[in-house]
């Protein structure tokens, strides 16, 4: 039997199983961390196809990578699996997860007895502290040749771009005071995070395209006839690639700053440790992907025009050649981390997507673990890419 037959034939073999999975992990919404039910669902059923089981590398709770061959190109599918607060598989991470744990089920079957590897690394939390930021500082991705998984959308895009995004809080200090009987004795935090945003919207005007910045207050004093003593913001900035984004961020930070001497309080910053890179996504890879996806038989039509966000996929893709291709789930405008969209998730509609990416991404990974020469031309892409960014 011919590996793309035998990729077909495994998926197909275990439809059944796999959908239920996707379903189980849909009604079972657990948030960044605390991915505890989908872990165990996912890395039995690994374990049962007879993958090599770690729990818990790069030191994370609910993270894993499952393991199959011992030598040869090494290629790894990432499964998240976290929901929204709320709104559940609002980003269909039920599929994404599916998608690679079929993926790597699939090519396994059809390379056995051939060299080549092939890892399914479960990456936490990317809503929120991106788990895969922990995955690649800690060297879990560091001896994979080529990685890849897929996202569902309302829009089909092989070769996406995503901002890179920091997060940064401030905090101002003031002094308490009656608002009405004394407020010259007061220093009001609150005027100075409200000239924080100001500052911030005339700052806009000046930025390059594709800059986004945006912020809420997450504390804005306590009593209506209290001078506030403290205030706190917290705001994602975003641009195309780091290098700009770290003169925005000295920019709102200036912002925040000249609010500060204007209400004559103390600002204190920090950032959160999780600055997520721009995706550098593999033109190499993602077009031998395009193809398979064709072989596969996708056949959503769906051309809706769509913003850019930010990934931790972005920081995997700075250590190996990586793809992240989103896929429509419907030609529909169902747009994601909405109660719809959560809806959307657990149909048999997105399932078939599901399944199909899972194919799409085990006939790539034959196709790569059988050729040398479409493996250089992948690495020379990497390595152009990355001298382009600067690094
Ligand atoms: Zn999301
Ligand atoms: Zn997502």
Same mark, same amino acid.
């Given at each position: 039997?011919?590996?793309?037959?035998?990729?077909?034939?495994?998926?197909?073999?275990?439809?059944?199983?796999?959908?239920?999975?996707?379903?189980?992990?849909?009604?079972?919404?657990?948030?960044?961390?605390?991915?505890?039910?989908?872990?165990?669902?996912?890395?039995?059923?690994?374990?049962?196809?007879?993958?090599?089981?770690?729990?818990?590398?790069?030191?994370?709770?609910?993270?894993?990578?499952?393991?199959?061959?011992?030598?040869?190109?090494?290629?790894?599918?990432?499964?998240?699996?976290?929901?929204?607060?709320?709104?559940?598989?609002?980003?269909?991470?039920?599929?994404?997860?599916?998608?690679?744990?079929?993926?790597?089920?699939?090519?396994?079957?059809?390379?056995?007895?051939?060299?080549?590897?092939?890892?399914?690394?479960?990456?936490?939390?990317?809503?929120?502290?991106?788990?895969?930021?922990?995955?690649?500082?800690?060297?879990?991705?560091?001896?994979?040749?080529?990685?890849?998984?897929?996202?569902?959308?309302?829009?089909?895009?092989?070769?996406?771009?995503?901002?890179?995004?920091?997060?940064?809080?401030?905090?101002?200090?003031?002094?308490?005071?009656?608002?009405?009987?004394?407020?010259?004795?007061?220093?009001?935090?609150?005027?100075?995070?409200?000239?924080?945003?100001?500052?911030?919207?005339?700052?806009?005007?000046?930025?390059?395209?594709?800059?986004?910045?945006?912020?809420?207050?997450?504390?804005?004093?306590?009593?209506?006839?209290?001078?506030?003593?403290?205030?706190?913001?917290?705001?994602?900035?975003?641009?195309?690639?780091?290098?700009?984004?770290?003169?925005?961020?000295?920019?709102?930070?200036?912002?925040?700053?000249?609010?500060?001497?204007? =209400?004559?309080?103390?600002? @204190? /910053?920090?950032?959160?440790?999780?600055?997520?890179? *721009?995706?550098?996504?593999? $033109? !190499?890879?993602?077009?031998?992907?395009?193809?398979?996806?064709?072989?596969?038989?996708?056949?959503?039509?769906?051309?809706?025009?769509?913003?850019?966000?930010?990934?931790?996929?972005?920081?995997?893709?700075?250590?190996?050649?990586?793809?992240?291709?989103?896929?429509?789930?419907?030609?529909?405008?169902?747009?994601?981390?909405?109660?719809?969209?959560?809806?959307?998730?657990? =149909?048999?509609?997105?399932? @078939? /997507?599901?399944?199909?990416?899972?194919?799409?991404? *085990?006939?790539?990974?034959? $196709? !790569?673990?059988?050729?040398?020469?479409?493996?250089?031309?992948?690495?020379?892409?990497?390595?152009?890419?990355?001298?382009?960014?600067?690094?």
């Amino acid at each position: 039997m011919a590996n793309y037959e035998r990729i077909v034939k495994s998926i197909e073999e275990e439809n059944e199983n796999l959908i239920k999975m996707a379903r189980e992990i849909h009604n079972n919404p657990e948030t960044g961390r605390n991915e505890f039910i989908a872990v165990d669902l996912i890395t039995k059923y690994l374990e049962s196809k007879g993958f090599k089981i770690f729990r818990g590398v790069g030191g994370l709770k609910t993270s894993f990578m499952a393991s199959k061959g011992e030598e040869g190109y090494h290629v790894g599918f990432c499964a998240e699996y976290d929901a929204l607060p709320e709104i559940g598989h609002g980003c269909g991470h039920n599929l994404i997860a599916i998608a690679s744990v079929a993926a790597g089920v699939a090519l396994a079957s059809a390379i056995e007895n051939q060299p080549g590897r092939i890892s399914i690394i479960g990456t936490p939390d990317e809503e929120e502290h991106g788990g895969k930021v922990d995955l690649v500082r800690l060297g879990v991705f560091d001896d994979i040749d080529a990685a890849m998984m897929f996202h569902p959308d309302c829009a089909t895009r092989i070769h996406i771009d995503s901002l890179a995004c920091r997060d940064y809080k401030f905090i101002f200090h003031g002094k308490n005071a009656h608002a009405s009987s004394e407020p010259w004795e007061g220093r009001n935090a609150l005027d100075a995070v409200i000239q924080t945003f100001n500052n911030i919207n005339a700052l806009r005007q000046h930025l390059k395209d594709n800059t986004r910045i945006h912020g809420i207050i997450t504390e804005g004093g306590v009593a209506v006839n209290v001078i506030p003593d403290r205030t706190a913001a917290n705001f994602l900035i975003r641009a195309s690639n780091s290098e700009y984004l770290k003169e925005v961020v000295e920019k709102v930070i200036n912002c925040a700053r000249s609010a500060a001497i204007a =209400t004559g309080t103390d600002l @204190e /910053v920090s950032e959160s440790d999780y600055p997520y890179e *721009a995706m550098l996504s593999n $033109k !190499v890879l993602g077009d031998t992907f395009a193809a398979s996806l064709d072989e596969a038989g996708y056949s959503v039509e769906s051309k809706h025009d769509v913003g850019i966000g930010s990934i931790d996929m972005g920081n995997v893709s700075r250590v190996t050649p990586s793809i992240y291709p989103m896929l429509a789930l419907t030609d529909e405008w169902v747009p994601r981390h909405t109660f719809e969209f959560a809806s959307l998730c657990d =149909t048999e509609q997105a399932y @078939e /997507v599901m399944l199909t990416a899972g194919k799409a991404m *085990a006939i790539t990974g034959q $196709k !790569v673990i059988n050729d040398r020469e479409l493996q250089k031309k992948i690495k020379e892409d990497f390595l152009n890419q990355l001298d382009q960014a600067g690094e």
